[in-house]
Structures are given as C-alpha cells and as structure tokens.
C-alpha cells in the first residue's frame, strides 16, 4: 500500500533504482529527474550527515516538498576510516569508480587487515522537521576486483555473511547485506507510524 511520495535529492540513477527496490509500492520514491530538477548540489562538509542534510535541505528548498536525501562513505579500519566523506573524490575530482578502486588497493597494499564498512546516512525532511536514520554494512575488501554490477567500491566489497563482491549480486541479493537498505528501512518504518 503506498504511504506517500517523496523527493529523492539524489542524480545516482544507481542509488534511486536500489531504493525503488527495497520501498517497493509503500513509498513512490521521485528522482531529480523525475521532478523535472536539474541541479548538482554541493557535498561540501566533512561529515555524511552534514552533506546529507545539505542536499535535502537545498531541495526541500526548492519544492517546499517533504523529502530525502543519502549520503554514503567507504570506512576502511587500516585507513583510519578513510576514503569515508570523500569517498566519491577520493582519487580526484573526476569521481571516477576505477580511479577510486585502484587508489584504494594501491593505499591497502601492505595491510593484511581488510576490514571495511559502509555507512549511509539519511536525512529525511518530513513536515519541516529533519530526521537522520543510519545504516552500516560490515565487511572487507578483495586483493582485487570481481564483479561488474553496481556502482562505486561494489567490485572489491564483499559483505560480512557473504563470499563475493557487491557486484557479482543481483540489486536483490545486494538489498539483502546494504547499508542504504537498512537506513531505507528505518525511513519506511519511520513514516508508517507518523502517518
Ligand atoms: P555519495 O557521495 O553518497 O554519492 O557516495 C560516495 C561514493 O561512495 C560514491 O561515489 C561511490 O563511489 C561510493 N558508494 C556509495 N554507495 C555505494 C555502494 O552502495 N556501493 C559501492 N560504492 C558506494
């Protein structure tokens, strides 16, 4: 049963078709696209949470509508949580994935621990109040890369319970270990009881 729409303040065609999925028909979840907005807004602070509430802020801004936005970082142990806030820039401004793979093995070359975890934040705008939801997934990374699904660090991330990457899963399969579903889920739950 749908409870409502809401504005994802996201362009990752990525990240609005693995919402989709785990919202299914509860929520109908419209992209920037979608709402006809075209606009790529800054992620300039050092923390997920304060990029998050920046970009729901900005479209929120702009619709006057309830909305939600994620931000999401790679924190790797042997790196003292590094790429973490920048992992989109990590090897640069070009936000390139193979870049930023590359530079992340090239970085954890000599370290035997692997240990990594997703974390997303969530900052959802619900009758002008903002609410944070966060969710982690636990794991390590690969020597190298396997797998061509998904987005980002999918191809060297393998979830804790699982034997491959993110990219050798279906969105399904992915759905089943994610960060971003976890915070989704809270989202969900979240509105179903305030609505
Ligand atoms: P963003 O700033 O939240 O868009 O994400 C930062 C970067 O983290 C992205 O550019 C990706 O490289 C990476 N990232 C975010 N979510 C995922 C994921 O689910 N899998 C793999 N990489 C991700």
């Not at 996201?10 to 979608?34: H, M, P, R, W, Y």
Request: hydrophobic share 40%; net charge negative; charged share 20%.
């Amino acid at each position: 049963m749908l409870i409502t729409e809401l504005i994802f303040a996201t362009n990752n065609v990525n990240k609005v078709a693995e919402i989709k999925a785990v919202v299914g028909t509860q929520l109908e979840v419209i992209s920037l696209k979608d709402a006809g907005i075209d606009i790529d807004i800054a992620e300039p602070h050092d923390t997920l949470e304060a990029n998050a509430s920046e970009k729901s802020f900005v479209i929120h801004t702009l619709t006057g509508k309830n909305c939600f936005s994620e931000d999401t970082g790679l924190e790797v142990a042997a790196l003292n949580g590094a790429p973490g806030v920048k992992s989109a820039r990590y090897a640069g401004d070009g936000r390139n994935f193979q870049a930023n793979i590359d530079l992340l093995l090239k970085n954890l070359e000599n370290h035997t621990n692997r240990s990594a975890q997703f974390r997303t934040v969530v900052s959802l705008i619900w009758d002008e109040k903002e609410y944070l939801f966060e969710g982690i997934c636990k794991g390590h990374i690969l020597q190298q890369q396997s797998g061509a699904n998904g987005f980002g660090y999918d191809p060297v991330f393998v979830p804790e319970g699982a034997t491959k990457t993110f990219a050798v899963m279906s969105m399904e399969e992915k759905n089943q270990y994610s960060h971003r579903k976890k915070a989704i889920s809270q989202l969900v739950a979240f509105l179903q009881q305030h609505l």
